[in-house]
Every structure is written in C-alpha cells, then in structure tokens.
C-alpha cells in the first residue's frame, strides 16, 4: 500500500473515531484492522458464527470516480448463512437496556428474506432482516422504499429505547421503520449473544452472503441527527450511492399503536396476515385456543389481512391462522396487563409440497408423545380435515446414540405413535403412510445435545393423492 493510501486509511480510522461522543466503554467499535477485537481497549472481541471467513483488503466498489481518491479498506468477507457473534455476558451486559447497532456492510444478494440482525440466538425468525430491498422487523413491521441493492455498500442503524420500547431502523442515514416493541423480541434472550447475518437453524436458506466493513455497538440511543452525520461521515470517505443523497426522500413508515381494547378488561391483540412473497393481505381465519388445555375459546376472519381479538390477560394462548392456498401458522403469546395492546404480524408461506410441513421431536430412546408435540399435532388434524386432497406421510428418526437396529425400530415406534394420535383425532388411517430411518437421515450434525434433539424426530410431510 502506498503512503498516499496510508495516510487516507488513517485518515479513515480518525473520523470514524471522532464521530461518536468519547465516553469510557459507552461503545465498541470494530473496523477489522485488529481482526475481530473493537478499536477501543479491553474490549471483547467478536465470535465466528459458523464457517470462519477472511480479512482482506477491499476498493469500495466505484473508487476512484466523482472526484473521491481510491479508497482500501479491510473488510470481513463471510460466506452464506455464516456471521458474527457478540457476547453480551462477557461486556457486562452492555446492550441489556437502551442501545444501538451500526453496521456498514453489503449482501451479495437480494430477494426474498435476508437475515441482518438476530436477537435470540438463532432459535426463532424474530429479528431484523432485509426483504427485497425493503426493511423488516419479523413478524412486527415492515418498510418501504429502503436505497439496498446487492453488491452495494449500505449504512444500517437499529435502535432500541429502554424506557419507551421504541425501534427504529435507517438505511444510509434516513429513517425508515419506527414501531413499538411489542414485548422484548427486540432484546437479548437469556443466551446473551447479539448474532449478525447468520439465520437460524431451521429455514437457514434466509441469508446471503456478504462483506462487513464497521460493527459499532453504543449502550444508548443515538438520535437521528447523529446517525445522519455518521453516514455523511462515511460516505464522504467512500463513494457516493448511485443515487445522490439528496434524491432518498422517503418518509419513514411508521406501525401505529392499535386504539385500546373496548371491552373492559381485556387486551387487545390486532395485526395483519400477508403474503410473505408479496407481502399483500391475505383473507384467512383465526382460530384461538387456551395454551392449558387446547380448549378453543373464539374464530375470527381477517378482514382485508388485518385482525382485532380480545382476549383475557394473564393468560397464554395459540393462535392457529389458516388460508386456501397457505400453510398454517401457529403462534403462541401471552397476555399481559390490562393496558398493555399487542401486536403480532403474521408472514404465511405458499403451500407446497417439497418439505415438511411440521417436525415432532422426541426425548431421549422415547416414542412417547409430549404435550407440545400433541398441541402440534393438533394443528395438522385440522390442516388434513379440510384438504381431503391430501395424504399424509410419516417419516421417523433419531440421533446416532445407541445401537443401529434398535434406533431404526425406535424410529419406527414413533411414527406409529404420531399415526395414532391422528387417528384417534379423525384422520382415516388408509390417508397415513409412513417408515422409520432410524439414525440414517440426521437433519444436524450429532455434536451436542441440541442436535441430537432435532434429530429425534418424525416429519409430516403431504403428498396429493393420485386419483
């Protein structure tokens, strides 16, 4: 590197440095010149998530034009479904109340769901992702009209206020997304680790790979004035976005609070069903049972996607919400206080036939059906009953513990198990076929024990029946 790009890198690291208050440990800031430990001393450094990627020294895509010298810049480069990880516990709790999180990075693709920031540890979809351009916090709101496209370096900015519950989310220094926290899913769970690009394990298909240039994490809210003038910052050093800065004059999209509930004493839980792909309304029917004892206590249609329920608080409930032409959903949630409304957005996916609709999992050298299996279960039997089109099958496993022979006659036991439950609920038994694999067909690798659990399983899959 030649002295003149030497002296602009360290130009580079000055501003970024000077364009945040200087507090002692109020933030850390990692722009991978030091690997994967921040800037700032005694700070933790950041966790691979998955598949170790590489430091290397990148242009800035369009360096060079419109008058701004080259620029190089060391970047993390991480392949699909692989990330970063910050562990919260070992900062001292560092982003348990008000924070922020800026990142500056680019995903080498675009469409359908890509998975930015992930705050329960890859053990469910809730989280900010970018869905074809636009911003999205699943399963709660949704933006519009966000300056992302693949191979292009964005500025993004979530934040999240202690105090108010308030979540806000730009792109390049605009504001693009505001609502409120409907419960904590914009917090850490109790595993304390903030993960970045990695999706969970399950639909890990929700991801791209990509580039990091700069993680910068505060343990407060910053206001837009700030996040605005970071980005100038940045973008000074780098290369303008195809469109000026001054063409992005989309309003942020803001999810409003649903007026109170007015039947007294009860809380109000409202939203909207949509399309995942094209995100418009969907008409589907919600079905509410109590989460004790299945007991279904109400049935309501969406009226142009967007649903009102009223429910008794302090108490926990499933919601089952079908469609024609969807694969159910089933969501669970707890009501609260009286005064406390809630909201729950509900993505659903085109049905189809190329997967599972639903994997049942079983303990240890056990075919027994638990109660969430059962309540799952539950689920299916209405799914079946209304498409008399379809038939079921069952495909049985377990984990690699044990002796071969008797793990495939185990995973034979549980698909009988699971056959006569949904027989006993009314599925005609000529519609159910099925077969144990035994420890043939792991669906994760055998290294810890939450992986053998998932191994331990029967899938439900459907199969139109030829005629």
Avoid: C
Avoid at 322 to 334: D, F, I
Avoid at 433 to 458: D, M
């Amino acid at each position: 590197m030649n002295s003149k790009i030497s002296v602009k890198f360290l130009q580079v690291i000055i501003l970024f440095a000077l364009s945040a208050p200087l507090f002692a440990q109020t933030q850390w800031t990692y722009d991978f010149n030091k690997g994967l430990l921040p800037i700032e001393n005694g700070g933790i450094p950041l966790k691979i998530l998955g598949k170790k990627g590489e430091f290397i020294k990148e242009v800035v895509p369009g360096s060079g034009t419109n008058g701004v010298p080259e620029m190089i810049r060391t970047v993390y480069k991480f392949e699909n479904n692989n990330g970063l990880q910050f562990e919260n516990a070992l900062a001292n709790g560092f982003l348990n109340k008000s924070f922020t999180i800026e990142i500056y990075f680019k995903f080498d693709t675009l469409g359908s769901w890509k998975r930015v920031i992930d705050f329960k540890n890859r053990k469910s979809d809730y989280g900010s992702y970018i869905y074809d351009g636009k911003l999205n916090f699943y399963d709660y709101a949704v933006g519009e009209k966000a300056p992302v496209r693949a191979g292009q370096y964005i500025h993004y900015v979530l934040s999240r206020d202690w105090d108010t519950k308030m979540i806000k989310m730009y792109v390049n220094g605009q504001s693009k997304l505001e609502f409120k926290d409907p419960g904590v899913e914009g917090m850490l769970d109790t595993d304390q680790v903030l993960n970045f690009f990695q999706d969970d394990l399950i639909a890990n298909h929700e991801s791209s790979a990509g580039s990091v240039a700069l993680i910068r994490l505060y343990d407060r809210v910053m206001n837009p004035v700030f996040i605005r003038r970071s980005y100038q910052t940045i973008s000074r050093l780098n290369v303008p976005s195809e469109e000026p800065e001054e063409k992005i004059t989309e309003e942020p999209v803001t999810i409003k609070e649903a007026p109170a509930a007015k039947k007294e004493k009860l809380v109000q839980v409202s939203g909207r069903v949509y399309d995942g792909a094209t995100l418009s309304p969907a008409h589907a029917e919600l079905s509410v049972s109590k989460s004790a004892n299945d007991s279904l206590i109400l049935k309501t249609k969406t009226e142009n996607g967007a649903y009102i329920l009223n429910l008794p608080p302090e108490q926990s409930y499933k919601i089952l919400v079908e469609a024609e032409g969807y694969q159910p959903r089933v969501m669970t949630l707890k009501t609260k206080n009286y005064s406390e409304d809630l909201k729950a957005l509900v993505r659903l996916t085109k049905e189809n036939f190329e997967s599972p609709l639903l994997d049942i999992f079983f303990n240890q050298s056990n075919e027994a059906l638990d109660n969430e299996a059962k309540t799952a279960l539950d689920s299916m039997v209405a799914y079946f009953q209304k498409r008399q089109y379809l038939k079921i099958i069952l495909k049985g496993h377990t984990d690699n513990l044990g002796n071969f022979d008797k793990n495939l006659a185990l995973s034979s036991a549980r698909v009988a198990a699971v056959k006569n439950y949904l027989t006993e609920k009314g599925i005609p038994a000529n519609r159910i076929e099925g077969a144990g694999y035994g420890s043939a067909r792991p669906s994760q690798f055998n290294l810890s024990e939450e992986q053998r659990r998932k191994n331990r399983r029967v899938e439900i899959w459907a199969e139109p029946i030829k005629r």
